[in-house]
C-alpha cells in the first residue's frame, strides 16, 4: 500500500516513513510546497495534516486525486499518533493485511 502526506512537521519525516514502514506501506512526504508535489502518483490513501499545510498545498494534492479512487484523510493534528490512528482505520477498512 502506498501513502502520500502532505503536510506535517520537516523533522517528524522520518518518523513518518518509519511509521507507514512498519505498517508495510511505502510512504512520501511532502511538509512544505516543492516542486515533486505536482507528481503525487497514485497512492492508496492521502493523508493532509491540515494544521501544518497551506492552501495552496491541499489544492494541489486533491487536484491531482480528483476522480480517482484514493482514500483522502484530513487530521488537524500532525502527530505520530495522529497519523498511527489513521493508519490503523485505514487498514481496518481495506482489509489489507496485517501490521507488525
Known amino acids: 500500500m502506498s501513502v502520500v502526506i502532505v503536510g ?3 523533522c517528524m519525516v522520518r518518523q513518518y516513513k518509519e511509521l507507514c ?3 508495510k506501506c511505502k510512504a512520501k512526504v511532502y511538509p ?3 516542486g ?3 507528481n ?3 497512492p492508496d490513501l492521502l493523508v493532509l495534516f491540515t494544521s501544518t499545510v497551506s492552501h495552496k498545498m491541499v489544492r494541489s494534492a486533491l487536484e491531482q486525486t480528483k476522480g480517482k479512487p ?3 484523510v484530513r487530521s488537524h493534528t500532525s502527530s505520530i ?3 498511527r490512528e489513521i493508519l490503523e482505520g485505514h487498514m481496518e ?3 489489507d493485511g496485517m501490521y507488525v
Open 81 to 83: 499518533n495522529a497519523l
Open 40 to 42: 503525487i502518483g497514485l
Open 70 to 72: 484514493v482514500r483522502t
Open 8 to 10: 506535517g512537521n520537516e
Open 93 to 95: 477498512e481495506s482489509g
Open 36 to 38: 515533486n508535489l505536482k
Open 21 to 23: 514502514r512498519e505498517y
Open 32 to 34: 512544505k510546497m516543492a
